[in-house]
């Protein structure tokens, strides 16, 4: 059993904190909001901290990006045997600020990390136990850090059910740029073109527009933090993402003055079959390889038991269901079951389908 200290009980903390608990660790919790130190103990995240605990053998700090490496350097100097980490999303400059202020022996226990897991809700009432389960975690190991201290990070990290990933502090936050960074905006610029829009026009959306927007509702306040603490990498990805934009604005503005605006499909289809190539480098869980599932769209008509009957009837076809997307237009009497299987089930669950009578899209 491991003594774990949480600093800051909000999404991040809280659910490092149901899953310790539940796999038989000892874990604490400290919050300057009393309401979420509770909240999280309520969620049995842990007990609250008090002074007659033993001192914990790993601290964590879940806290906002702009005061971890504050909370890191207490950490240090409060418990002098304990290896501390942080989970903030930004590590190089969580890491300089960390260097700064710890003596070389303190310096030695610190040992940043970032859990690949999140949701777009903030606070302890959104913390789940199995958010990291086969999701990756960076272990940032520096110059200085012992091996005993990345070890105690990777077991707390494997504990929880992710994979490690051991980088330094730079190549995190490039790599994470581009694959969390950039993609928040991206939904956010989206979503923000949605404001103006008329109420019947942003009733038509599809899952299209759902699966590009869902991080849009992600905390402001949160995220001008993890930007603004990985500016440069960010600023990078993002010119990046501007010139391909650009090269697709001109091909339009080409369309839009004549039909006849060679060189313009082409420059239009590079950049879709580039993301065609970018998205299937995405992997699974666990980092394997992506797994292509495919989709049967079933008409499910708005009436209680309706999703369940047709639940039932998949199990009953043999067919296992990968992943559910219910489509629900405002106003429309039906709904729209998007149900993922792997390739070699379609046909099979389309023919059990239909012939129960199910409406099917092709
Ligand atoms: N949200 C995500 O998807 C996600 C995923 C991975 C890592 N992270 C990182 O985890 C950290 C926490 O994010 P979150 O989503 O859990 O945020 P959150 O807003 O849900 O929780 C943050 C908690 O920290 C507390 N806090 C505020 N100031 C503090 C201080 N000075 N000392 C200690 N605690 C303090 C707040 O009261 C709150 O309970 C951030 O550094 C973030 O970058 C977030
Ligand atoms: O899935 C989400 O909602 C997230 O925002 C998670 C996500 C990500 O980009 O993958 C967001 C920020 C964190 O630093 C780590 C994970």
Do not use: C
């Not at 009953?316 to 106003?331: C, K, M, Q, S, T």
């Not at 998007?338 to 012939?355: F, Q």
Request: proline share 6%; aromatic share 2%; net charge negative.
């Amino acid at each position: 059993m491991t003594r774990v200290h949480v600093i800051g009980t909000g999404l991040v903390g809280t659910s490092l904190g149901i899953a310790l608990t539940a796999a038989g660790h000892a874990v604490t919790l400290q919050d300057p909001s009393p309401t979420a130190e509770r909240l999280a103990r309520d969620l049995r995240a842990g007990s609250l901290a008090s002074t007659q605990e033993p001192a914990p053998d790993v601290v964590v700090v879940a806290a906002p990006p702009d005061v971890v490496a504050d909370a890191v350097l207490e950490a240090l100097g409060r418990w002098p045997a304990a290896v501390v980490t942080d989970v903030a999303s930004v590590k190089e400059s969580v890491l300089r600020a960390v260097r700064a202020g710890a003596s070389a022996p303190q310096l030695e226990r610190y040992v940043g990390s970032h859990p690949m897991a999140g949701r777009e809700r903030s606070g302890a009432a959104a913390a789940r136990g199995d958010l990291f389960d086969g999701r990756a975690w960076v272990v940032v190991p520096h110059e200085t850090s012992t091996d005993a201290a990345v070890r105690a990070v990777t077991e707390l990290a494997r504990t929880v059910g992710a994979a490690v990933r051991v980088m330094p502090a730079h190549e995190h936050d490039e790599a994470v740029a581009a694959v969390s960074h950039v993609p928040q905006l991206a939904a956010s610029v989206v979503a923000a073109a949605l404001r103006e829009l008329p109420e019947e026009a942003v009733g038509l959306a599809g899952q299209g527009l759902r699966d590009v927007t869902r991080i849009a509702a992600s905390d402001p306040r949160l995220w001008t933090q993890i930007l603004a603490g990985n500016a440069a990498a960010v600023a990078d990805v993002l010119r990046h993402v501007r010139g391909e934009l650009d090269d697709v604005l001109g091909a339009l503005d080409a369309l839009t003055r004549t039909e006849e605006a060679p060189g313009s499909l082409g420059v239009l289809s590079r950049v879709l079959e580039s993301g065609n190539l970018g998205h299937a480098r995405i992997p699974g869980k666990h980092g394997a390889a992506p797994t292509a599932y495919e989709v049967v769209s079933v008409v499910v008509p708005d009436e209680p038991g309706a999703l369940a009957r047709l639940l039932g009837d998949v199990g009953a076809a043999g067919v296992n269901l990968e992943d559910l997307h219910l489509e629900h237009g405002i106003g429309q009497a039906v709904g729209v079951a998007e149900i993922a299987v792997v390739p070699a089930s379609v046909e099979p669950l389309r023919a059990a389908l239909s012939g129960l009578g199910w409406r099917l899209h092709d």
